[in-house]
């Protein structure tokens, strides 16, 4: 079992930045891809970044150049560095674990709980 605890979101300007960040407690963490998902109100869930183990990542075309995944290993940590940030960009970030990562998609195994982000215009 893999418990995620998000942080680092909030309310910020259009044109602003954010990072988010999530620690990983229980199973061991550098073998297992992470990464984001995020709901808008009244939208489906978006997968918007992934990185593997080794480092590979992949990323949305809606955050594609403004938004950075990295992570730490031996913090058990996974970053998401949000930068020109748009109101459309509202929405509840979930932090990811496990599971299977692929180009265009990623299908997780655990989520955590969310941080909310709120971009104003």
């Known amino acids: 079992q893999v418990h995620l605890v998000e942080s680092g979101g909030g309310l910020v300007q259009a044109g602003g930045s954010l990072r988010l960040s999530c620690t990983a407690s229980g199973r061991t963490f550098p073998n297992y891809p992470m990464g984001w998902f995020r709901q808008a109100p009244g939208k489906e869930r978006e997968f918007i970044t992934g990185?593997?183990?080794?480092?590979?990542?992949t990323y949305a075309d809606s955050v594609k150049g403004r938004f950075t995944i990295s992570r730490d290993n031996a913090k058990d940590t996974v970053y998401l560095r949000m930068n020109s940030l748009k109101p459309e960009d509202t929405a509840v970030y979930y932090c990811?674990?496990?599971?299977?990562?692929?180009?265009?998609?990623?299908?997780?195994?655990?989520w955590g709980q969310g941080t909310q982000v709120t971009v104003s215009s």
């Open positions: 990185i593997t183990w080794s480092g590979d990542t």
């Open positions: 990811v674990a496990d599971g299977e990562l692929r180009s265009t998609y990623y299908y997780p195994t655990f």
